[in-house]
């Protein structure tokens, strides 16, 4: 866990972006520009895209998701840390949905078949375990949440993105830090033991 932090906490760091929004090395051919290196205002790279709608897809998983276990989850520390997920990931999805409006980037408005395919395993799971599955794949998808940001800082166009990517993200830490104390407190287990038990 502090290793995947670490990195996550490095590509920020080291990342040009940060200090100059609109990343000049990921323009698009076609970019407008306000000034030089500066590109117009809601111009986007294949990286923005592919960003904005990979980020949609979680974060309208996160809020079923929470609904779900919100109600279903035995344990009060699980249904606290699905309603906190219900009310930050619909603000970070209204934000995200602006920003894409207004560049015209196309969000998904169902589950993909990815977390369809985890939502029926959640379903059909009940008591301590459905409470174990569902932070355990918290612990997953914050982890791939947090790198899919990064990457956005450091390889998307539209600034507007980027910027909401810098402040998404210490929010999404905070999330995957919860979700690993919940995880071990409910399982005994590390974090590093608990994602080894989920890939087994």
Do not use: C
């Not at 560049?103 to 395993?121: E, F, N, S, V, Y």
């Amino acid at each position: 866990m502090r290793d995947f932090l670490t990195i996550v906490l490095m590509t920020i760091i080291t990342t040009p972006a940060v200090a100059q929004t609109g990343n000049p090395a990921g323009f698009a051919p076609d970019t407008r520009i306000q000034e030089p290196g500066v590109p117009a205002a809601h111009q986007t790279n294949n990286q923005d895209r592919l960003f904005a709608q990979l980020a949609a897809a979680g974060g309208l998983a996160e809020v079923d998701f929470g609904k779900l276990a919100a109600t279903k989850a035995a344990d009060a520390s699980v249904r606290e840390f699905a309603q906190a997920m219900v009310h930050d990931h619909s603000d970070a999805n209204a934000k995200l949905k602006a920003l894409a409006d207004a560049a015209k980037i196309p969000l998904p408005d169902t589950l993909d078949a990815d977390h369809k395919a985890l939502r029926q395993k959640l379903d059909a799971a009940e008591g301590q375990a459905f409470d174990v599955a569902y932070i355990r794949s918290q612990i997953i998808v914050h982890q791939k949440t947090a790198q899919l940001l990064a990457w956005e800082i450091g390889s998307g166009e539209d600034a507007q993105l980027q910027q909401y990517s810098a402040a998404t993200l210490p929010i999404v830490l905070s999330h995957l830090r919860l979700a690993q104390n919940i995880a071990s407190a409910l399982t005994g287990q590390a974090s590093r033991e608990i994602i080894a038990a989920k890939h087994h």
